[in-house]
């Protein structure tokens, strides 16, 4: 099987891909990346040289680099490319719109152009909005996003459902919930605390810290976009959930105590604009459906993370040194121009 797997460099695409190669001696995969702040080759050093694996260096909102590297007879594009950092997106929503958006529309004409057979868009919980009232989402919530990230990811569902329905195009779409494990940038909740609390640096928790969110390991979202991948009907969506409901401030005492670190360390600041209150995922259908299950808990998985960033010291000194950030810096004269 041969992917195109867009975004690969980031947390989630390094840790499918490295899954991929693992189970599936037949995988071939090119991974496409911008390198973005998010990107980082660092996340795939120990399978850099697979001959399975191949890394191009392109932006999926350029529809030349995307066709230069795009091969026919590709089964599936799987796209995790995204600006996905809902602060980020309140500071300045204009990227979020050129690569969740118009970057998703190109891959989406590259698909058809050669003839890909299967296009794996993998979008987020957060199109859905927040559950105040109570109950789950499922895959007949309506899309209600409050963040500009939430809303370019449903701008970039919509545009995937059109190149089905207009086209002809096989698309699947997968909503996963927060997910956490190695390799995730340090910018994110439960990282940031892990780093912040290895250093005895303050943890900041937005708000009353009260916000509920529905953890999954990430592994557990690669197998279920895998599964996803090989084995939905087009024009499938499926929400993918752990059933792993927690308040980010017992998150965070959670990892305190897994670090051995006080929780004075906890300070509140003011909270997020239009921050989100609850996400929690109904997983039944993609259970039912694609034979899918979660395999990691909570517990298991917090302890699995802090042992990795324990680990990893110099990968998080070089994450948060930024050094890799050079060519994202390069291009920034080129987003300028697209955003004016
Ligand atoms: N992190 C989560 O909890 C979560 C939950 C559900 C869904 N998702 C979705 O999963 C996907 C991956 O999330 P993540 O947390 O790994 O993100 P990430 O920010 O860690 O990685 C994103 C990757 O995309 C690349 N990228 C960004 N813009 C690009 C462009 N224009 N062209 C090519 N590459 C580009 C970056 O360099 C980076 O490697 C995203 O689509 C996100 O919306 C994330």
Not at 71 to 88: L, M, P
Not at 118 to 144: C, I, K, N, Q, Y
């Amino acid at each position: 099987m041969k992917l195109f797997i867009t975004g690969g460099a980031g947390f989630i695409g390094s840790n499918h891909i490295r899954l991929l190669l693992a189970s599936d001696p037949d995988v071939e995969i090119v991974n496409f990346d911008a390198l973005t702040y998010a990107g980082n080759l660092e996340n795939l050093r120990d399978i850099a040289e697979d001959p399975r694996y191949r890394f191009v260096r392109g932006n999926i909102t350029n529809a030349s680099e995307v066709l230069g590297s795009l091969e026919e007879g590709v089964d599936a594009i799987v796209n995790f490319a995204a600006e996905s950092h809902v602060d980020r997106s309140i500071e300045s929503a204009a990227e979020f719109v050129l690569t969740n958006v118009a970057g998703t529309q190109v891959l989406l004409d590259a698909a058809r152009m050669r003839k890909v057979p299967r296009f794996v868009h993998v979008s987020t919980d957060e199109v859905m909005g927040s559950l105040d009232d109570g109950g789950f989402f499922t895959e007949d919530s309506p899309l209600a996003p409050n963040s500009p990230y939430a809303a370019s990811k449903a701008a970039a569902e919509h545009l995937v459902r059109a190149a089905m329905k207009t086209h002809g195009l096989d698309v699947v779409i997968t909503r996963c919930s927060n997910n956490y494990g190695p390799y995730q940038f340090p910018e994110k909740l439960i990282p940031l605390v892990i780093a912040n609390a290895m250093e005895g640096k303050i943890v900041p928790v937005y708000g009353d810290g009260l916000q509920v969110r529905d953890w999954i390991y990430v592994d557990d979202h690669c197998r279920a976009v895998d599964a996803v991948m090989r084995k939905a009907a087009t024009g499938s969506v499926y929400c993918i959930g752990a059933r792993s409901e927690r308040a980010n401030l017992e998150v965070i005492r959670t990892i305190l105590d897994a670090v051995g670190a006080p929780h004075s360390l906890i300070t509140y600041v003011s909270d997020r604009p239009g921050h989100d209150r609850r996400y929690a995922i109904d997983p039944v259908r993609v259970e039912s459906e694609v034979g899918w299950s979660p395999q990691v808990t909570f517990e298991e998985g917090i302890a699995k993370t802090v042992a990795w960033y324990r680990d990893s010291a110099e990968w998080i000194a070089h994450a948060r040194s930024g050094e890799y950030r050079e060519f994202y810096e390069k291009n920034l004269a080129w987003r300028e121009t697209m955003k004016s």
